[in-house]
T-cell receptor
């Protein structure tokens, strides 16, 4: 089956620094990837839609200048959390859309900002 | 990983009618979530119901949870053409949600 990876799986950073999270589709090309975040015991919340070769589309309430998304190739999208603060601590999950419009989820990245 | 399986796989109704979708799961849960997805778009969270809750409402949505039967239902009342989408359930883990596994979803078509 289709595989999506995320790197890193866990990251701890200091307040004010930036963190980059990578999402890769390993065995298929994905023109569209989605980024979600999840707080403990909560649902996935869609943050943005990442389209290869174009600007990301952000959901209402998500700051595009804080959560920078780059979809530079058909297999890679990156999410950079800029000037991270403790309230950004969360679980970030990406998904990549396959040819049949199905979503394949990555394993997630747990970000802790101290 | 947790898994929800939706039923039916496809549902077609007239505008104004109610739509009911079901979800079954296999193991004990802390919560169950319902999402909708329009074609080519990301999953949008609709409602979360915790294991100690039996029913929850949000606008035209009503979700029930029966932990003894390991099942949940999503009812959309007075459906509209804009409700046409796929609906998925997912079961919540203890803390963070690694390895989210969604079922195939229910494809709802609301005809004008």
């Amino acid at each position: 089956g289709a595989v999506v990876s995320q790197h890193p799986s866990r990251v701890i950073c200091k307040s004010g620094t930036s963190v980059k999270i990578e999402c890769r589709s390993l065995d298929f090309q994905a023109t569209t990837m989605f980024w979600y975040r999840q707080f403990p015991k909560q649902s996935l919340m869609l943050m943005a839609t990442s389209n290869e070769g174009s600007k990301a589309t952000y959901e209402q309430g998500v700051e595009k200048d804080k959560f920078l998304i780059n979809h530079a190739s058909l297999t890679l999208s990156t999410l950079t959390v800029t000037s991270a603060h403790p309230e950004d601590s969360s679980f970030y999950i990406c998904s990549a859309v396959g040819q049949g419009n199905e979503q394949y989820f990555g394993p997630g990245t747990r970000l802790t900002v101290t | 990983s947790q898994q929800g399986e939706e039923d039916p796989q496809a549902l077609s109704i007239q505008e104004g009618e109610n739509a009911t979708m079901n979800c079954s799961y296999k193991t004990s849960i802390n919560n169950l979530q319902w999402y909708r997805q329009n074609s080519g778009r990301g999953l949008v969270h609709l409602i979360l119901i915790r294991s100690n809750e039996r029913e929850k409402h949000s606008g035209r949505l009503r979700v029930t949870l029966d932990t003894s039967k390991k099942s949940s239902s999503l009812l959309i009342t007075a459906s509209r053409a804009a409700d046409t989408a796929s609906y998925f359930c997912a079961t919540g883990p203890d803390n963070y949600g690694q390895n989210f596994v969604f079922g195939p979803g229910t494809r709802l078509s609301v005809l004008p």
